[in-house]
């Protein structure tokens, strides 16, 4: 079992960044797949990136060339550096952790994109 705990969020301008962070309370060293989901107002929760142990990564096309997920294994987090960030990105972001066949989710952090 892992908890994840989301950090980073905020206010930002369009065409700002902001870097999230996601600790674990568990090595993340032998868990498989860690990603970055989020949900806006009235929307479904949607994929934005995962990564795999072995570095694969995969991005939804609406964040390509505009985010970059990471994971630091020693310490046991995992990273999602958002640029060129616009109106549309304005959501609850969370963490997610697939290990041995079972979804841990955090708590989310709200991410506001406005001027």
């Known amino acids: 079992q892992v908890q994840l705990v989301e950090s980073g969020g905020g206010l930002v301008q369009p065409g700002g960044s902001l870097r999230l962070s996601c600790a674990a309370s568990a090595s993340i060293f032998s868990i498989y797949l860690m990603g970055w989901y989020r949900q806006a107002p009235g929307k479904q929760r949607e994929l934005v990136a995962t990564?795999?142990?072995?570095?694969?990564?995969n991005y939804a096309d609406s964040v390509k060339g505009r985010f970059t997920i990471s994971r630091d294994n020693p310490k046991n987090t995992v990273y999602l550096q958002m640029n060129s960030l616009q109106p549309e990105d304005t959501a609850v972001y969370y963490c997610n952790a697939v290990m041995y066949g079972e979804d841990y989710w955090g708590q989310g952090t709200q991410v506001t994109v406005s001027s």
């Open positions: 990564i795999t142990n072995g570095g694969r990564l």
